[in-house]
Each structure stands twice: as C-alpha cells, then as structure tokens.
C-alpha cells in the first residue's frame, strides 16, 4: 500500500491507510451511492433501496445480509438523530452535554447493579480516554507543531506488547513493568512510543519506538523520518530482517524485552495480526474495579462526557481529511447536488446519511478505507456517518458566520457526545461500543474530513468550498483549547478512582 504525504494548512500528515488515490476510490463509490439515492428520492422505500445498493456493490452477501446491513443503519441513523435532538434540547434548557450524558447512562442502566454499572462506565471510559491520549500524537506536540506521522497500527500494537509483557513480567515475579508513554497535555517531537521500567525505582531501562508499515519499505521510511536514536524499534515479525538492514547499527525486533537486563518479553506481531486487533478492546489494559458505588458512578459519568466531547474537539484540529477529499473531487463532476444541498439545509437527511454510510461500509470491505477494519459493525459506521453529516451543516454555519467558534465547537461536542451514548447505550451493543470507541477518537477525525469534505462538494462546489474554509477557520482555536483541556480530563479521572480506592480502603481494609 502506497503513503503519501498530505501538506495541509496546519499539518503534514503521513497515513498508512488512506491515500489519495483511495480518496480517489472511494469517491466514485460515493458518488455511485448518491447518484443512484438522487435518482429516486424522495420519494425513495430508503430499506429496499439500500438493499439493492449493497446486493450491486457487495455481490457475495446474501439477501439476509443485505436485509439486515439495511435495516441496521436505519435504525442507528435514528437513534442517532433521536439522541442529538436530547441532547440539543437539554443544551436550550442550560442543561451541559456531560450531564445529558451521566442522566442518560443511568436511565439505560436502571436495574443493573451498581458494580456492573461501575465497571463498565469505567470500561468505556478507558478506552476512549486511550484513544484520545493516542491522537493527541497526531494533534499537537510541546514545541508548538503538528507534523506527526499517522500509525494506528502502531498504537495498536505498543498497547499489545505492553499487555503481554506485564503479564509475562507478573507470572515470572519480574522486577520490571513496561508502560505506553500517553502524554500529560501533549507529545514531545520524536517522544517515546513505550518504555520499560524498574517497577521499585521508576528508572527507564528501555525506550521503544513503534513503526508497522504496511511493507518494510514502508516502516523504513516512517523510521527515516523522526529522529530516534535513543530508542529501540519495534516493527511486524515479518518485516525485521529488511528493517534491520536499512538501521545495521540499530536494535530492531518485533517484541520487547528480551535483552540481558531485562529477559522478559513480548511476542512478535505480524501486521496482519495487528490489523485483527483493530476490532477489539484490549481487555488487559482496563483494568475493572469491582468498589464502584452511586456516587461516583456518577462522576465517572461526568467524565465519560467530557472524554467524548474532547474526541470532538480534537476532530476539528485534524483537517487532512477535508484535503484529500478537496483533491479527490477536483475536476470530477458532480451529480445529485440539488438532492444533498436540500437535505442539509432542512435537516430531512436520513436519506443522504444512509446513502454515505452504505457507501463507507461498501469502501471499507473492499479496502478502500483500510483506517476502517473490515467487518466494522454498519451500527458503528451509521454513527460515524451522522456525526460527520452534522459537523458539516456545522462548519456551513461557521463559514457563513451564523455562529461563532465557540459555538460551533460546543456543538461538535454534542455530537460527539451523542455518539458515545449510542455506541456505549444503543442498539449496536456494548462490546461493539467499546471496541468502535477504541478507533472512532483516532480514525474518525480523517475518515470523517474525507467524507464530510466529499458531501459538501456533492452539495454544490461553492458549499464545498464553504466547508473546507469553516474546517480551516476552526483549527486555530480548538488547538488552544485541546492543549489545556486535557490535562483537566486526566485529572478528573484519576481523582474519581483515587477517591474510590480510599473509600473502600478505609472500609474493608
């Protein structure tokens, strides 16, 4: 798979998954989606419509598949729909969006014991404040930049050796603890992707940097481009021969640990391994606790609001979506303009969000949209799609100065927030919740620019246009602001469970 450097207005992102000439690919499935929704809308059966569409694109599924992929994004589209509504309701009532959230989690919980309760508000809590801590790489660094490569497959994997070496450090009494390096507030340039420590003496006795290109070509080239001199490198099973002969003076492995100070170790991943992961939440990293009550569930909840709202906030600083798919449509026509345009300036836009998500689902199994792992529950993508589809009608109304910045940002939040409860709550389920959560914070920015910035171009160019200035004019501020929240979110977290801790000490210690 060929990478490609994306230089936009605020970043210089390199991305392993989506390039432009997939850009490119995905942008004639969509337009074969809306093209044939144009064609029959409104007056469109949106179920038998959808069906016929996945039968045309995706041959091999049955007729029970195409039935049930058709009706399933129907039904999260309205969910979704439903619970944005709420939620902007309760925001015209002064009510917050993290409160919305916390009353909504325990009126979906009524009946399940306070310790389920606990551990799985914590659960979802944890793996979207993982996911948020991993994009901040992508977002901003201490100096000042954004130039960060883009490696989910990366991230995926530091957080699999981690796993696996403390388990095999505690099942051998071994001194030593490995642990990904999340930030504060922010990443250094060229900051550590993990580390191994003396778990008595907090000393560093190894420092790791991850690359899993898609090829060895590829992960050299990731290499090449940071300074890493310090570290040791960690690449697939595959890839470590060839990796090790472009860096003859370097340490590269595909596990870590394994060294005379330290002779426990990780096992080596290949990159298909790491793109099964991608699926699912990685259990050992969150770690239950089984001492929750009503109080602080509820501040839990609370967080939990504030992590999805800060995915939100950290979605407006990542723009190269919006670029791709500005080169994408670039002198390619456009059809069903009228049909979008009105369903975004009246808000009757079922029509359009299904017609995007069967097309994201359709790119997504053909890997064309590799950020997205195949097999990706419809519910999942459906509520990508209506998060995207509304943060587009939002950067329309920041262009055209019908709201200010701040506004535009609380209302990226709410959407966002709307999407966490149903991913968490909704019909989709809760493994499936936890584990889309566990992407959605780091693919969904890009993926999201790509398709939000190609349905404000089917609009109309000029829409288009408007689109990609309202996402350029929002990164400024919300760059300052996700330097300084973060910091907040943390603490408020680790406050909640220090508070949990003492409290059930002190009473069955």
Known sequence: ????????????????????????????????????????????????????????????????????????????????????????????????????????????SVGVAVNDYGNYINLIDRTIGMANSQMLRAVIRKDGGIRQEFNLDGFIAEQAHVNKFNMEAALQNSPFRAEVCVPDSAYAANSFDAVIKDAATGKIVHQYQFKFGATAEDTIRLLKSGEYNNQRFVVPAEQVADVQKAFPGKSVEAYIGGTDKVSVMSEGLTKEQVKEMQLKVQDESIIPRNDWNTYNTKALALNLGKQAAFTGLQAAVITVGFDLAAKAVSGEPIEGEEVISVALESGADAGVKAAVTGAVKVGVEKGVIALIPKGTPIGAIATLVCVTVENVKILGKLAKGEITLIEALDMTGRNTVAMTYGLGWGKIGMVAGAAALSWIPIAGPIVGGLVGGMVGYMAGSKFGEVIYDGAKKIVTTAKKIVASAWEGIKSAANNIREKVSDFFGKVFG
Request: glycine share 2%.
């Open 1 to 108: 798979m060929e990478d490609i450097r994306v230089q936009s207005a605020n970043a210089d992102f390199e991305i392993e998954g989506l390039t432009e000439k997939e850009a490119k690919e995905f942008q004639k499935i969509l337009s074969r989606f809306v093209k044939s929704y144009s064609a029959k809308a409104p007056d469109a059966d949106l179920k038998d419509w959808l069906h016929t569409q996945f039968k045309e694109e995706l041959p091999d599924l049955s007729d029970d598949e195409c039935e049930r992929l058709s009706q399933e994004t129907l039904d999260n589209i309205k969910e979704f729909d439903d619970n944005l509504e709420s939620i902007n309701e309760a925001a015209r009532k002064g009510v917050s969006k993290e409160n919305w959230l916390a009353d909504k989690i325990a009126a979906a």
